[in-house]
């Protein structure tokens, strides 16, 4: 709801402080998403626990295209999370089974992610390269992650992924906007490195 807005963007931003980067850009995509034409408000969920919102999750528009250059509309979901108080209980489980349902629901069938694999794959996402679904300049990302809302729906085709152009965040005003918040220590941790390693393998 509108009015849980602000603390959607609240915890966004504590969940994924120092996790990527010193700081975070994922509490500026929150703060713009919702305004863009890609955004899709029905699959836009939130977790509570005795009225507190403990985890989000998100959607936009996203597209893949065949090799025959016929579009098809597909989802994609991020930032997903949860209060760091309350992780690894399953909400983020939750909250994904729940916006798959209703995606089926608004006759989506695929959707397509970038994230760590060990998060995802218990909830039925699988390697792009199965799907062969690539990046624009054609590579398999180990971090490209695919999941068929319906048996089948991919295949029998090559497929390039593009995502709404509101996940390319740009990062000088996201810290320009993170000053405007109050203060949070931008420091280094391992976390960072593994996201480097994992935002830079490619599958051959």
């Known amino acids: 709801m509108p009015e849980d807005h602000q603390a959607v963007e609240e915890l966004t931003r504590r969940a994924f402080y120092n996790m990527y980067i010193p700081g975070a850009v994922e509490h500026y995509l929150v703060h713009i998403m919702r305004e863009h034409e890609d955004f899709i408000p029905e699959l836009d969920l939130v977790a509570e626990i005795s009225g507190r919102i403990v985890g989000s999750i998100m959607y936009t528009k996203a597209w893949l295209r065949d090799e025959n250059g016929e579009d098809k509309e597909i989802l994609t979901f991020g930032p997903l999370c949860v209060d760091p108080d309350y992780q690894r209980r399953g909400i983020g489980k939750q909250l994904m089974a729940r ?22 794959v218990s909830s039925g996402f699988c390697s792009c390269r199965k799907y062969e679904v690539h990046a624009e300049e054609g590579s398999y990302p180990a971090a490209m992650l695919v999941k068929e809302l319906k048996p089948g729906a991919l295949s029998g085709h090559s497929w390039t992924y593009r995502d709404s152009p509101v996940m390319a965040i740009n990062e000088d005003e996201a810290r320009a906007y993170d000053d405007t918040l109050p203060t949070m220590e931008r420091s280094w941790q391992p976390s960072q490195e593994e996201f480097y390693i994992l935002s830079q393998a490619v599958l051959t």
């Open 99 to 120: 916006s798959f349902s209703l995606a089926e629901e608004l006759g989506y069938d695929t959707v397509v992610i970038f994230g760590s694999p060990s998060n995802y």
